[in-house]
């Protein structure tokens, strides 16, 4: 049989059932530019710059994110794989995956209500703000610390980048007034107070106790006036000229309103070296040495903390007792205090 050549493709009316057309269809795919856009969360935080211990900060925080991606970032209301946002406080350690939260102050502790849970989608772009309740630990200590805010905690996004979730900015924890009074208030600091918590108050307020050989002597101190004098020693002077005077090694002396003094007489005893203090309350000791060190650690900077320690580098054990207690007394004092 013999074929002729197809017609042209503009006769297909006359075109034989035998005649085929190959047709070349050139594109383009789209996949790889689908597959390669993510989004990339960041996120900012505006926070007070100082609170107290156990106070909420929710009315003075605000949660800024932004999607600077090229896809969308699904939220929680939409997806169980939404992200979520963690507001955590801390020193040093930073969280890995979601922060954990404790009622008791530890680095990187998650703030009470500080994890918001509902989120919504953000496309490319756009922008969010966010307020959450955040209630810091009741047991953290006064000092500096960094309040973050972390985007995408469980690593629910695929991002561009990772690297700029979490925004932090310096939060000072205040001194709380109602914590021990100024030191040294000595009869705190027996073994047997040792699990006390220590604070700081203003003037005297508290009930020293009658003295132990002058019950005529005023007990309230609220009519009393109070000077610290250069060695330590506290002088509390009531109106009638009764005095009492309170030494930094735990010694008092009474003076009546007629000028009368009373005080311990010490005793010295030729060529007998001073007995070891006992076991536990050696323990006790080093626990105070420890305590007060840490109270330094809160109030101070890194580079005065460092510069505080090479002031106590030549001082025993008690000398670093003393001038431990007197630095903490002296950066504490409130304001008006002699």
């Known amino acids: ?41 960041m996120i900012g935080l505006e926070a007070p710059g100082n609170a107290n211990a156990g106070e909420d900060i929710s009315a ?43 009622e008791h102050y530890f680095d990187g502790v998650l703030l009470k ?72 208030r000595f009869e705190v600091l027996l073994p047997e107070h040792r699990d006390l918590e220590l604070g700081i108050i203003g003037p005297e307020r508290g009930n020293l106790g009658p003295p132990p050989v002058t019950p005529e ?10 000077t610290i004098l250069e060695d330590g020693s506290i002088v509390l002077k009531w109106p009638d000229g009764s005095q009492r005077h309170l030494r930094p090694d735990g010694l008092v002396a009474y ?33 105070l040495s420890s305590d007060l060190l840490a109270i330094l650690r809160n109030i101070l900077t890194d580079a005065e903390f460092a510069a505080f320690q090479q002031t106590e580098a030549d001082k025993d054990y008690y000398q670093r007792i003393n001038w431990r207690l007197r630095s903490i007394q002296f950066l504490t004092a409130l304001e008006g205090d002699e």
């Open 60 to 102: 003075s925080l605000t949660l800024n994110v932004i999607n600077r991606g090229d896809r969308i970032a699904q939220g929680t209301r939409s997806s169980s794989n939404g992200y979520m946002i963690d507001i955590f406080i801390t020193r040093n350690s930073m969280p890995t995956g979601y922060a954990r939260y404790d």
């Open 217 to 226: 002597t005023p007990v309230d101190t609220s009519d009393a006036t109070r």
């Open 113 to 184: 209500g500080g994890r918001v849970s509902n989120t919504d989608d953000l496309p490319p772009r756009q922008r969010a703000h966010y307020v959450s309740s955040a209630i810091l630990p009741t047991d953290i200590p006064p000092g500096r610390y960094q309040l973050c805010a972390r985007i995408d905690p469980g690593d629910k996004i695929r991002e561009e980048s990772e690297d700029n979730n979490t925004h932090c900015q310096s939060l000072s924890i205040n001194l709380s007034p109602r914590l021990i009074p100024t030191l040294p």
């Open 1 to 41: 049989m013999t074929r002729t050549r197809c017609p042209p493709r503009t006769a297909i009316q006359d075109r034989p059932p035998w005649c085929v057309y190959l047709t070349m269809i050139v594109g383009f795919s789209v996949l790889p530019a689908l597959t390669w856009a993510r989004a990339d969360l």
């Open 255 to 287: 003076v009546s309103p007629d000028g009368t003094v009373m005080s311990p007489i010490a005793l010295q005893v030729q060529g007998a070296d001073l007995p070891e203090l006992p076991e536990a309350l050696n323990d006790w000791g080093s626990f």
